[in-house]
Structure formats: C-alpha cells, structure tokens
C-alpha cells in the first residue's frame, strides 16, 4: 500500500475551470509539500504547510491533519498551469520517521486546454 | 542567482563504470538530498543530509554512496551502475533553521542517467 496517494491520476479540464487534486497519507507527518513538474521535466516547490490553508496567486493548498488529507485547488485555470502536480509527505518524528526523509505521492498530470 | 547546479545534464554510461554526479547549490543550505524518479514510480528519496558530514539513507539507497564534506556540494556516487539505476535524478536543497528544519525545497534541473 503507498503511503501517499494522489488523486486523480489524470486530469483534462477547459482553461477557466476550478480545478482540484487531492492527497491523501497514511503517516504522522510534520509537513506536507506541493511540488509541480513542468513539461520540460524541471520541478518546483509550490507550498510546504503543515496546517491550515496557504495561498499563491491562483493556487490554494489546505490540509487537515486529523483526517490526513490535503487539496490542491487552482482557480481560473489555464494551459500554462498543465502540468505534474505531487504531493510528498515529511513522516514525524513521534510516529517513527526520520527527520529529513519525504514521501512522494506518484502525482497527477493535469493538462489544461484552450 | 540562487540555484542549485547539478552536471551532467545527461550521461548514458556502462554498467561498471564508476561515475559521480554533482550537486552543488550556493544558498548555505543545511540541507541537500537525492531523488530518482521512474515511470509509474514517481519520485523516491535516495540519500539525504542535514547538514555537513551528516548523511542518511532515503528509501533507495541500494548502490549509491554520497559524501557531504562541504556544505555546498553533494556529490552522487554510482561505484558499479547497473541498467537499474537508469533514471532521472534531481538534487534539492533547502534551509534549515534553529526552530525548524521545515522549508520548501530548490530542486536541480535533473540528471538523466542511462546505463546500458
């Protein structure tokens, strides 16, 4: 069983539509991480929370530790937006993970169209 | 600029061939790690170090070795690479604080390694 899972594994929506992957982990975790991965294979590091909700531009990223879940929502999509989105997970030190490791999910490839 | 460097871009190479790929980041970073990342498997966590001199294994530590003798630098050794650790590879590092080592990372541009 992983211990990250994402879902859906693929996503097709029209530009403008509310879009949102969802992440659920099976770990204590003391973060969570959004990364993105371009088409051209470079990725970048969207949001680190480990409670609540944060907000960049379009994207919203909130969490709920109880139920061990996450959201990713893009607002007002567009092409530029398609891409891999993954989720990864810090495991806790008071549940037995290492400070230090991270946990991805298999990410969802999201493509946006005109 | 803040970045962090990893070379080669792409190597392919032979099985048994020693090789290094280096990370090298310039933004005083405590921490750095390794990533490979596969078709249907994602991104899975190597080897990772907290700071210099301090290096732990990740999920897949199987037939690598790396080495953190300068806060910079993280070197990716492959002594005798096989067809399996073809990959693409990423190095990331982030910031470490007295409160938190929890920060987002800056990934490298990826190494994409072939073994035949």
């Known amino acids: 069983k992983n211990e990250v899972e994402q879902s859906p594994q693929n996503l097709t929506a029209q530009e403008g539509e509310f879009i949102t992957i969802n992440c659920s982990y099976s770990?204590?975790?003391?973060?969570l991480h959004w990364l993105q991965q371009h088409p051209g294979g470079g990725i970048v590091s969207l949001f680190m929370l480990s409670s609540g909700k944060k907000k960049h531009g379009r994207l919203i990223a909130t969490i709920n530790i109880q139920e061990k879940h996450s959201s990713l929502h893009i607002t007002a999509s567009h092409p530029r937006d398609s891409a891999v989105y993954i989720c990864?997970?810090?495991?806790?030190?008071?549940?037995?993970?290492?400070?230090?490791?991270?946990?991805f999910g298999k990410g969802t490839k999201l493509s946006v169209k005109p | 600029e803040a970045q962090v460097t990893q070379n080669p871009r792409y190597l392919i190479t032979v099985t048994g061939k020693k090789l290094t790929v280096t990370c090298s980041q310039n933004m005083n970073h405590e921490y750095m790690s390794w990533y490979r990342q596969d078709p249907g498997l994602g991104l899975r966590q190597i080897y990772y170090?907290?700071?210099?001199?301090?290096?732990d294994k990740g999920d897949v530590p199987e037939g690598y070795k790396v080495s953190r003798k300068e806060k910079r630098n993280f070197p990716l050794i492959l002594e005798s690479p096989s067809p399996n650790q073809t990959s693409l590879y990423f190095c990331?590092?982030?910031?470490?604080?007295?409160?938190?080592?929890?920060?987002?990372?800056?990934f490298g541009s990826g190494t994409r390694l072939t073994v035949v």
């Open positions: 990864a997970v810090s495991p806790a030190m008071k549940y037995g993970g290492s400070q230090g490791n991270l946990i």
């Open positions: 170090s907290m700071n210099v001199e301090v290096t």
């Open positions: 770990v204590g975790i003391s973060a």
């Open positions: 990331a590092s982030s910031p470490r604080d007295r409160t938190s080592w929890l920060h987002p990372h800056t």
